[in-house]
């Protein structure tokens, strides 16, 4: 046993400690809840979120609460995010089109059109995009550029301000280059683009990037200091990544690169966010400057109890507790899912908790209480 794990640490150390991959007193723990399941636990614990009807399923509606109190903060968790400034051609609201009673249209700040359940949360169906040409691209490319109104300062400010009087660990949270790009062209154009118009494609991810690190420098201008970065870029779906190793070598690479030397030269370890089956890019990550892999989508075939013995002395691991099994509410088989990742990954110290996705609606209050009190007892190391 490392004598520096034997006294209890605090949220930020433990968290340092496991991103070095350096023993930490127990495993961290961070998560993140589709918004039925936030809404639900925050009723039953009596920490419910402001009633807006027409932001109850979305994303939005984690802003109300970190006004108040997070979920991480609910649940005691050791990680929290700040950040997540406005990536949009245009900071407004969203322009509603169309509506039913059972979903929405509406038009972002990119001008593109996106429709969405209005009850129940979902990935939202990319109907059009404005930008669709380098003519395009060229009439709006000059509004991307780093500027106070992208940041919520009235989130990020408490929220920054709650996590270090508790001495958790602070992660800038932000998109990188390839989710941006395609938010703004949409998958298909994106990567046509790779091999019809391939300059095209890097001035975009170049001009992302260079967005990107300047917001992040506008916090630190306000004293939002963070302790790490988490970049959220999907490049994967369940069957593999988006683009061929290839590919993403000449395009998303030298983004990503750029700013895991940029963090790393303040610091920073990078948690890099991506669903899907991301395997076949893991060795590039790293070379890119990743520290860790989030969430590892064990529905897309990702187990680390696979991946540890190849990576774990070289990466960290955020995740990957399939939450098809915590939609079970089943204790036991919830107990064995964690006990055998924690056995797999320990050992090399780099493991934070976390479910392969989101934690669903269905899981019970009961249930998931249960699976954090397991981690804190099955993830100790001393």
């Known amino acids: 046993m490392n004598p520096a794990s034997s006294a209890a640490m605090t949220s930020r150390q433990r968290v340092a400690r496991t991103l070095a991959r350096q023993q930490p007193d127990r495993v961290p723990i961070y998560d993140s809840f589709w918004m039925e399941a936030e809404c639900e636990f925050r009723r039953q614990l009596g920490c ?60 972002n700040g990119d001008d593109a059109l996106f429709k969405s359940w209005k009850h129940k949360m979902g990935t939202p169906e990319r109907v059009s995009f404005a ?38 660990y602070v992660c800038y949270a932000t998109l990188e280059a390839f989710e941006a790009a395609k938010n703004l062209l949409g998958h298909e154009m994106m990567l046509k683009a790779m091999i019809k118009q391939p300059e095209w494609l890097q001035e975009i991810f170049e001009t992302y990037t260079t967005l ?59 948690i890099f966010h991506t669903d899907g089956d991301i395997r076949p890019l893991i060795d590039d990550l790293i070379d890119a400057g990743v520290n860790a892999l989030n969430p590892l989508e064990a529905k897309a075939g990702v187990d680390v109890r696979q991946l540890a013995g190849q990576y774990g002395d070289r990466l960290g691991f955020v995740g990957n507790i399939d939450a098809r099994i915590l939609a079970t509410n089943d204790r036991e088989a919830i107990r064995e899912e964690l006990r055998t990742k924690l056995a797999a990954t320990m050992p090399y110290c780099g493991y934070i908790y976390h479910s392969d996705h989101s934690v669903p609606p269905g899981v019970t209050l009961e249930t998931y209480q249960q699976l954090l009190d397991d981690v804190r007892t099955l993830g100790r190391y001393d």
């Open 48 to 107: 419910s979120l402001p009633p807006d009807e027409s932001k109850l399923f979305t994303w939005d509606n984690s802003l109300a609460a970190a006004r108040s109190r997070t979920i991480w903060e609910i649940f005691d968790m050791d990680l929290i995010q700040i950040g997540w400034p406005d990536c949009y051609l245009h900071q407004r609201p969203e322009i509603v089109v169309e509506e039913t009673d059972e979903w929405v249209i509406y038009r």
């Open 131 to 168: 930008v669709n040409s380098p003519d395009k691209w060229r009439e709006v490319r000059h509004l991307l550029v780093p500027s106070r109104q992208r940041i919520d300062w009235e989130v990020c400010r408490p929220v920054h301000e709650r996590a270090r009087a508790d001495d958790r």
């Open 212 to 270: 990107q690190i300047g917001l992040f420098e506008l916090c630190e201008a306000e004293g939002l200091h963070s302790d790490g970065a988490f970049l959220y870029g999907d490049l994967a779906y369940k069957n593999g990544p988006f683009m061929s190793p290839d590919h993403y070598r000449r395009f998303v690479k030298p983004s990503h690169k750029r700013m895991g030397d940029y963090f790393a030269a303040r610091g920073m370890p990078v």
